[in-house]
């Protein structure tokens, strides 16, 4: 069984930053991919960014070149580093976790960018 619990998220102006945080109950570190996705209101959720066990890295194209991912396996921990953020870029933001096997997600983190 694995928790995980996000953390970070808040309003930020257009163009501003923040860092999201999933903080994982256990080790990450057998986990194969780890992800971040985000749910507008009236939208689907969609898969912004994920990182393997080997550092390979995929991003939708919305956000390629402004996100970054990353995973600090010593303390359990994936981020978003999210930069020149944009209005539509508000959603809830959900971690996930796939050990090979299951499917494992957090309970969401509010980003609202607005002016």
């Known amino acids: 069984q694995v928790q995980l619990v996000e953390s970070g998220g808040g309003l930020v102006q257009p163009g501003g930053s923040l860092r999201l945080s999933c903080a994982a109950s256990?080790?990450?570190?057998?986990?194969?991919?780890m992800g971040w996705y985000r749910q507008a209101p009236g939208k689907q959720r969609e898969l912004v960014a994920t990182i393997t066990s080997g550092e390979i890295t995929t991003y939708t194209d919305s956000v390629k070149g402004r996100f970054t991912i990353s995973r600090d396996n010593a303390k359990n921990t994936v981020y978003l580093q999210m930069n020149s953020l944009k209005p539509e870029d508000t959603a809830v933001y959900y971690c996930n976790a796939k050990p090979g096997v299951g499917d494992y997600w957090g309970k969401g983190t509010l980003v609202t960018v607005s002016s």
């Open positions: 256990g080790s990450i570190f057998r986990i194969y991919i």
